[in-house]
């Protein structure tokens, strides 16, 4: 059966439900509890048809007219807010989903305006390349108070094009009395190779599936202020003067790697990466394997040079996975356990030593 405005549906695999609001292409915005959630529609369970609801509507509005007639209140004809204590503080985030986590390299990417608040938001989000002055306006309009909005779809072939982005707002409520609040100017730097790396999708708590967020207000903080008082002349000039000075001044001798320092390298996945979320214990492994092998390309010519990995103890998965490197692709160096009285059993020192060319 056929999904229609107006039907009341609860979400197949996940809490929650309500009025059908608009249907574009494969999604449902559905209001549930006040706040316009995309959903597919073949997500979506019919609990009763919109001829129903009506039907209902037009039994409510006959004994409403038999009733005295309220006192007209000041935001009459606007939809009602449900307003919150929390919803006094703005909370903006813009997010994007991936059509295919696992297959990023071929996916589009939707990206979703949040709107946690109990204002109305009038907005534009931009993104710019390389030329500073050619900004592009993705999307503009007005997000009602407590909603998520679609906002626009990227190509993969759209990403190596965008440096930054961008996003203005100034928000109010309707026909009724509120505290101003100043108005919203977010820019920041655009890392497109994020796109292409799963575990850079994370969990957010105003999405369903993992994105990767830009979070432009919390708790009426913003988060990435533009100056806007700066003359952008004069920093271009400062920064040009900046470099020619960079250039005059006598460049300093490089530090030379000490070959009786010892080398520290925490192998932990939690200090290697921003984060893991997504990655499967082989992808960790792996990364932590290739960081292991270019700490021993790197120092592979001084020999004597002394380097401790730290791999903790664990279930002795990554210990084991060092001594198969160091017994196969670094055969020849001295291995032993680091000191027990600074790193336990979880750490393996590595003396370099000079290896005979045949």
């Not at 919803?87 to 295919?100: M, P, Q, T, Y």
């Not at 003067?241 to 925490?266: H, T």
């Not at 921003?274 to 932590?288: F, P, R, V």
Request: with cysteine; glycine share 6%.
């Amino acid at each position: 059966m056929q999904l229609q405005i107006g039907d009341i549906v609860r979400f197949l695999n996940s809490v929650g439900g309500g009025r059908v609001n608009k249907i574009q292409g494969q999604l449902a915005y559905v209001d549930d509890d006040g706040f316009e959630t995309p959903v597919l529609i073949k997500e979506c369970v019919v609990v009763r048809r919109a001829e129903e609801v009506k039907a209902d509507a037009k039994i409510d509005a006959k004994a409403a007219s038999q009733a005295p007639a309220p006192v007209a209140a000041k935001n009459e004809g606007l939809p009602p807010v449900q307003e919150t204590p929390e919803g006094e503080k703005l909370n903006v985030v813009i997010g994007f989903e991936a059509s295919d986590l696992k297959r990023l390299s071929s996916a589009t990417f939707d990206a979703y305006l949040v709107n946690d608040s109990n204002y109305y938001m009038s907005f534009a989000v931009m993104t710019r390349g390389d030329d500073e002055r050619s900004w592009v306006v993705r999307a503009r309009g007005v997000v009602e108070p407590a909603t998520q909005i679609f906002l626009f779809e990227l190509q993969t072939t759209d990403l190596p094009d965008i440096r930054r982005i961008s996003f203005q707002a100034v928000v109010y409520k309707e026909g009724r009395e509120f505290d101003l609040k100043a108005p919203i100017m977010f820019e920041q730097r655009f890392d497109a190779t994020k796109f292409a790396r799963f575990h850079c999708f994370t969990r957010n708590p105003y999405f369903d599936d993992p994105v990767i967020a830009f979070n432009i207000v919390e708790d009426d903080k913003p988060q990435n202020v533009v100056a806007r008082d700066v003359d952008a002349e004069a920093m271009r000039l400062a920064m040009l003067e900046s470099r020619r000075a960079d250039k005059r001044r006598k460049p300093e001798p490089k530090k030379k790697n000490s070959v009786d320092e010892i080398l520290e390298v925490d192998l932990h996945a939690d200090e290697l990466l921003d984060t893991t979320a997504g990655m499967t214990s082989a992808e960790i492994l792996n990364y932590q394997i290739d960081t292991f092998r270019r700490i021993m390309d790197e120092n592979l010519r001084l020999p004597g040079k002394r380097i401790v990995f730290i791999h903790g103890n664990g279930e002795g998965v990554l210990r084991a996975a060092l001594q198969k490197e160091l017994n196969h692709r670094y055969k020849g160096h001295e291995v032993s356990d680091a000191s027990f009285r600074e790193y336990g059993f979880g750490a393996t020192m590595v003396k370099i030593r000079q290896i005979q060319k045949k």
